[in-house]
């Protein structure tokens, strides 16, 4: 499979990034992952607004413009035609000599791929997974989608290791998202997810969620959700762009709701698949 970097397409082997890069010496760079069904990109241009927010959160030009994006990321797909994929892209600050500073000029390291998407276990859908909650020890910038994600993956390696698939992140007792997810709660018919804010990413999956709720006349609110709140919850869910939603079932060792996957998951999950297609 070829791969882009810098401006041009490689085989994967031969795409090599320095050493200096800042991406590798500081997790100073900035990522997208954005799913691609049957050849068609999932809500491109919002991905893509996403990533210009988070360079300009980072001072860091964005190297390419919507339409150059659009170009690399394309010729990317067109490979593994017909197949779903998940293209991932990544901006760093490029390689300069080791300084916190930032160097003067900047040459940013532009890098995309694109992998298979696999399909969610089907037991995932039947049965729903766990999940367990963690104190939220990251920054206070998560509305970026920043490289740097060692929180983020000792927080996922508790709950595996804790044979759960994610971690609900508490702040102040209070849920902001999942090491790598939003999350939704379902009480008494009512969808409800916390509000955007610097505490967690504005994932495209989540502003989705709300539109076809919105549309499929499904009662939903952006609120405060407490770590109470968690334990009263009918439905819990998790959704990010390579997992779509996904029911929690149980939450630190007790079930949630009736232990299944709930009925307002099954009708946002046919609303999401109809979008899809
Ligand atoms: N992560 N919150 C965090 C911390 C995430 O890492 C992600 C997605 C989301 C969901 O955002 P979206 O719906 O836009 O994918 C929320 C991607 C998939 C990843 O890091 O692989």
Known sequence: ALVYLNGEFL???????SVLDRGFLFGDGVYEVIPVYGG???RLSLHLQRLEHSLQAIHLENPLSPSQWREVLQR?????????????????????????AFPQPVEPTVFAMSNPLKPLPTEWRLKGVAAVTREDIRWKY?????????ANILLRQEAIEAGAQEALLLRDEQLTEGAASNVFIVRGGVLATPPKGPFLLSGITRDLILE?????????????ITAWDLTQADELWLTSSTREIVPVTRLDGIEVGSGKPGPLWGQMDILYQEYKA
């Open 212 to 224: 076809l709720a919105g549309e499929g006349g499904i009662p939903c609110r952006e609120r405060v």
């Open 142 to 150: 998560c509305h970026i989608k920043s490289v740097a994600l060692l």
């Open 76 to 100: 990317l797909v067109a490979r593994n035609e017909g197949l779903d994929q998940a293209v991932y892209l990544q901006v760093t600050r490029g390689p300069a000599a080791r300084d916190h």
């Open 11 to 17: 085989p994967l082997a031969q795409a090599k990034v």
């Open 40 to 42: 068609h990109f999932f």
